[in-house]
C-alpha cells in the first residue's frame, strides 16, 4: 500500500485556508520574479523568497500588524549589495493584493 500523502493531523478550517492564501503568495510572488529581467537578479529573489518561505515552514502565529509595519518601514530602507532593494513579506503581499 503507498504512503499516505494527507498529514498526520487534519488542519482546521482556519489553518486549511491561511495554508491556501500562503501557497497563493507564493506562487504571485515566483510569477512576479519571473518578470525580471535580469537573470542574476532572479536567480537571488528566487532564492530569497524560497528561503524566507522555508524558514517560516513552521510557524503557527501571524505577525501583529504593528510588527508588520514596523519590518515595512525597515525594508524600504535597505539596498543590498546587488542593488535590489530587499522587501519584507509584507510589503511584497500588499503589492499583489491592491
Known sequence: MAASR???VTLTLKQF???QQVLLLYRR???TI???PNDS???YLKDWAREEFQRNKSATEEAS???EAQDLKEARG???TTGVRR???AELFLDLVL
Do not use: G
Request: hydrophobic share 35%.
Open 87 to 89: 522587501v519584507s513579506m
Open 6 to 8: 494527507l498529514p498526520p
Open 17 to 19: 485556508l491561511r495554508r
Open 65 to 67: 500588524p504593528t510588527t
Open 34 to 36: 519571473r518578470q525580471v
Open 78 to 80: 535597505t539596498v543590498t
Open 41 to 43: 537578479d532572479r536567480k
Open 29 to 31: 510572488i515566483l510569477q
